[in-house]
């Protein structure tokens, strides 16, 4: 994966500019993906 400053992208002033609101529900993608991840490794029942 490349650095972001060799993409052409910088997140922080992207970040500075969300409310709370949606700052809120960046910091929990993380999590969400995660969980998500963790989920597909449980065996379903049957």
Do not use: G, I, N, T
């Amino acid at each position: 994966m490349l650095p972001s400053a060799q993409l052409h992208f910088h997140l922080q002033p992207l970040l500075e500019q969300l409310d709370q609101q949606e700052l809120s529900k960046f910091k929990s993608l993380p999590k969400a993906l995660s969980l998500q991840e963790e989920l597909q490794h449980v065996p379903q029942m049957a």
